[in-house]
């Protein structure tokens, strides 16, 4: 892949979800995972809540084992999570906020307030080869103490974006893009590598995929959604082509 190629991290999360619902074995997050592979992901992502309500502990040491791509390990900075990655050591560790009582990441996480913490967190996973990703909103403040505590990449939060998009809400919508790609462009400035995901569709995606800066983009309920009707390699397909298409 070359560098100006914009990278398609694939989140395996809601394959869980939908495993957990019964219970069983199946669907398997690693099959997805492998099959995503196949299709052409760039990486894959994965949320190890504390609740454990969709990926296991289980499916951690079964992507670790299985994956020839990198893994995106997705946490809250809590030492039971900092364990976990130091043993697994992955490819990336993505910082996430995280309550107990959301449906899903509300927000980017706070990291001007909790900024010696998190410096102090992040250190030893920067010390085993970890890279360190922040998820965080298209907010300078926070992308400027992302910085200062020695992350090395940004995930900038689309979900607003990709609401007010949906709600038909349009001047709100060109005027969170317009955050997400002047903030793109100040990340990038600062040394930072630039990702962006959460909430991103087919109608959504290509605007953000057109930001220069921006070198990864993490797709998931929307692409396991769009797999029940059309497959995971068709779903994963037509995102790959938007996004080359925006690119170009």
Not at 1 to 6: A, E, F, G, N, Y
Not at 42 to 52: F, V
Not at 117 to 142: M, T, Y
Not at 150 to 166: S, W
Request: net charge negative.
């Amino acid at each position: 892949m070359s560098d100006t190629q914009l990278r398609l991290g694939v989140n395996i999360d809601h394959v869980a979800t939908v495993r957990n619902a019964r219970g069983g074995a199946y669907p398997d997050p690693l099959r997805a995972a492998k099959l995503a592979e196949e299709a052409g992901a760039d990486g894959i992502t994965a949320h190890l809540r504390e609740d454990r309500r969709h990926i296991s502990d289980a499916d951690i040491d079964g992507l670790m084992e299985v994956l020839s791509v990198p893994l995106n390990f997705e946490m809250a900075a809590t030492d039971e999570m900092q364990k976990i990655a130091l043993r697994h050591k992955p490819h990336a560790v993505c910082i996430v906020p995280e309550k107990r009582e959301e449906r899903t990441t509300e927000g980017g996480l706070e990291v001007a307030r909790e900024e010696n913490k998190l410096a102090h967190f992040i250190a030893p996973l920067r010390e085993v080869g970890c890279r360190v990703s922040i998820f965080i909103a298209a907010d300078k403040r926070q992308i400027e103490a992302a910085h200062r505590i020695g992350a090395e990449v940004i995930e900038l939060h689309t979900g607003a974006y990709c609401d007010a998009h949906a709600e038909g809400r349009m001047e709100d919508a060109a005027r969170e893009l317009e955050s997400l790609r002047e903030m793109s462009t100040f990340g990038h400035a600062l040394g930072l590598e630039v990702h962006a995901g959460h909430g991103l569709t087919y109608d959504t995606v290509k605007p953000v995929a057109a930001f220069p800066e921006v070198r990864e983009l993490n797709i998931g309920h929307f692409l396991i959604g769009e797999a029940i009707f059309l497959g995971l390699t068709p779903a994963m397909a037509e995102m790959r082509r938007l996004m080359d298409e925006a690119r170009a």
